[in-house]
């Protein structure tokens, strides 16, 4: 574990610096933007008309066509992108509309940009956000949960998928109304092509006392079980680690963090795991199924 950091770290330093940067130019821009509100003419003649809206559109193309290729790549920098791409139809519209406003386009301008500009602008926002979070919803733990999880019959389903409901009960002739009871619990769901695939699930743990008294006896066992499989796992992991090869990877560290930091560590952390599972939802020739763990918690002054 790291020493205790002393003094203000670069990382600091340069993220203030940034922020009052940041502070100064929009504080710059106020009396800017009266100025310019003030003294600008109403109308002005102005040469390389064409050039400068046949650029911005050249611009534009390329940006679709970058985040076309940067999607089909997976690259992280299609979420940028996206987000420039979004920008750019904004400022599209805006000018497109302000410029021919009284004129002959005038409603023209304004319902493409109505209609085609800031929608497809939004939805490459939207489309944006959804890459880095991969939708990464938590919520707690609840004694539903806890019947699937410890249900033999739901879990053999929910390793099967996909598949469909005739692959599903050549295993298990009482599929159905398991099934039945799983997609009813959000565990699972039949897609378009007829098969059933299994919706990951994100629970934040709670202590059994947020329970009613009458399962938190149930509560405890559950847990109690749960954390003695991730030993066993680790412990498993722990004697085979020089056998994994590339399919293996791993990182400690110790920092000092408030809770709000670990909160926020956390829910990114959780958007990652979205976003990088997202890339290959089923099982492919080239993915092996991997154990991902991430805890935080106290460091102890000493391991007893």
């Not at 993220?15 to 821009?29: D, Y």
């Not at 412990?235 to 400690?252: I, L, N, P, V």
């Not at 795991?273 to 102890?300: C, D, G, I, K, W």
Request: positive net charge; charged residues 20%; contains cysteine.
């Amino acid at each position: 574990m790291p020493g205790r950091p002393r003094g203000i770290s670069v990382d600091l330093v340069s993220r203030r610096l940034l922020l009052a940067l940041l502070a100064a130019i929009a504080v710059f821009l106020v009396p800017w933007t009266v100025y310019v509100g003030v003294t600008l003419p109403e109308r002005f003649d102005t040469g390389q008309w064409r050039f400068a809206w046949v650029g911005f559109d050249v611009v534009l193309l390329l940006c679709f066509a970058a985040a076309v290729v940067l999607g089909i790549r997976r690259s992280r920098a299609t979420v940028p992108l996206l987000a420039a791409t979004a920008t750019l139809l904004f400022c599209d519209a805006w000018f497109d509309a302000a410029l021919d406003w009284g004129g002959p386009d005038q409603w023209a301008s304004l319902g493409t940009a109505l209609a085609a500009e800031v929608p497809i602008a939004v939805f490459l926002l939207l489309r944006a956000r959804s890459l880095l979070s991969g939708d990464a919803r938590q919520r707690s733990l609840t004694m539903g949960d806890i019947a699937v999880h410890t249900n033999p019959a739901y879990q053999r389903l929910l390793g099967r998928m996909p598949a469909t409901t005739a692959e599903l009960r050549t295993q298990d002739p009482s599929a159905d109304d398991a099934l039945r009871s799983l997609a009813h619990a959000g565990y699972a769901h039949r897609a378009r092509d007829g098969r059933w695939h299994s919706v990951p699930q994100h629970l934040r743990e709670t202590n059994p006392d947020q329970f009613p008294a009458a399962d938190r006896s149930a509560v405890t066992a559950y847990l109690d079980a749960k954390y003695d499989r991730e030993l066993r796992l680790f412990a498993w992991a722990a004697q085979r680690r020089t056998t994994f090869g590339e399919w293996a990877a791993g990182s400690r560290a110790g920092m000092h963090l408030t809770a709000k930091d670990l909160a926020e560590f956390d829910a990114q952390y959780l958007e990652l795991v979205h976003r990088y599972a997202s890339r290959n939802p089923e099982p492919t020739s080239q993915t092996r199924e991997l154990a991902l763990r991430f805890y935080a918690f106290p460091a102890p002054e000493k391991l007893p």
